[in-house]
């Protein structure tokens, strides 16, 4: 005799953090264990409970290779009025240049927001 306990499952939602780019210039370690930890926000994390999503930002330059195609499938900026929907990375961060860059402080670093971590919850029945 064999007892069984039928559940009706459903698959969680996951749901990634923003994608986000950075130039050149922005500096971080990829050896560095910190980057090993799942809690280090330096890329956005996935949280389990919402409220503990938080906004990630980079402080980094603009420049005009935000807005440009290159050669590693970036896709680059394209200009004019899309529907949030349609924007990809490369939208928001062309529209950061254009809005934030300034020919006399080239050095200037601006706080770049993406959007908010990432989560992973599961549907309650």
């Keep these: 005799m064999v007892e069984v306990d ?7 939602t996951v749901v990634a953090p923003p994608d986000m780019v950075v130039s050149c210039w922005y500096w971080f370690d990829p050896s560095e264990a910190a980057l090993e ?20 930002a980079t402080l980094d330059l603009v420049c005009h290779q935000y807005c440009e195609t290159n050669i590693h499938d970036y896709p680059g900026g394209r200009r ?14 062309c529209d950061y240049y254009w809005s934030l860059f300034d020919t006399a402080h080239l050095d200037r670093k601006y706080e770049l927001a993406w959007g908010f971590d990432g989560y992973a919850v599961e549907h309650v029945q």
């Excluded at 039928?6 to 969680?12: A, E, S």
């Excluded at 930890?37 to 990630?56: C, E, I, M, Q, Y």
């Excluded at 004019?80 to 961060?93: K, M, Q, S």
């Design 6 to 12: 039928v559940q009706d499952k459903q698959f969680p």
């Design 37 to 56: 930890d799942p809690n280090n926000s330096a890329f956005g994390r996935v949280v389990t409970d919402l409220t503990n999503r938080k906004k990630v």
């Design 80 to 93: 004019g009025r899309l529907p949030l929907t349609e924007r990809n990375e490369g939208d928001i961060a």
